[in-house]
T-cell receptor, first 113, second 114 residues
């Protein structure tokens, strides 16, 4: 198991609601990325945070937003939930610098009804 | 933008036989390549990576992968499959320079038959 933790493990919301997902990065890792994995698909990059700043974003609308805190933990916020937002949301951290490997947490499974 | 193709949805192999999971990629410049494995209702577990150097990369649990630049491939291999290797395998790529985002393939379900 990696040192990346995510909460909650499961979540059920209704369309139009807002959700916040949380991630604690592995000790010593200053870079956090978020991915969305729809059923039967590979993970899709949402965005990345480095030293509390967003420094890369995938093809996701602005209602997907995030934060990174001084301890390098991170949040993913999704507003105005849609049915298609139902997915496994994965957080990954890496040490930055020359270390290229991203280590993934167990994910949060979100169901939007 | 970078991309990965994993052409087979499912790979069936008998226990003890060699296992191969195929991956081809597209990226600007030199690639960083990764393999991850996902068990049911779990996150992704890192297996191995190619950054530079020797084209044959050895990873966890007896897995290895061969980088072939001319064929833009990075196939995952294991000489003797175990039933416990049954899982979903993902190949991922990102460029050496530029964005840090990983592009994943759609995954291959590996079924090892006892």
């Amino acid at each position: 198991e990696t040192g990346v933790t995510q909460s909650p493990t499961h979540l059920i919301k209704t369309r139009g609601q807002q959700v916040t997902l949380r991630c604690s990065s592995q000790s010593g890792h200053n870079t956090v990325s978020w991915y969305q994995q729809a059923l039967g698909q590979g993970p899709q990059f949402i965005f990345q945070y480095y030293r509390e700043e967003e420094n890369g974003r995938g093809n996701f609308p602005p209602r997907f937003s995030g934060l990174q805190f001084p301890n390098y933990s991170s949040e993913l916020n999704v507003n105005a939930l849609e049915l298609d937002d139902s997915a496994l949301y994965l957080c990954a951290s890496r040490a930055g610098g020359r270390e290229e490997t991203q280590y993934f947490g167990p994910g949060t499974r979100l169901l939007v009804l | 933008a970078q991309s990965v193709a994993q052409p087979e949805d499912q790979v069936n192999v008998a226990e003890g036989n060699p296992l191969t999971v195929k991956c081809t990629y597209s990226v600007s410049g030199n690639p960083y390549l990764f393999w991850y494995v996902q068990y049911p209702n779990r996150g992704l577990q890192f297996l191995l990576k190619y950054i530079t150097g020797d084209n044959l990369v050895k990873g966890s649990y007896g897995f290895e992968a061969e980088f072939n630049k001319s064929q833009t491939s990075f196939h995952l291999k294991k000489p003797s499959a175990l039933v416990s290797d049954s899982a979903l395998y993902f190949c991922a790529v990102r460029p050496h320079y530029g964005n840090n985002r990983l592009a994943f393939g759609k995954g291959n379900q590996v079924v090892v038959i006892p």
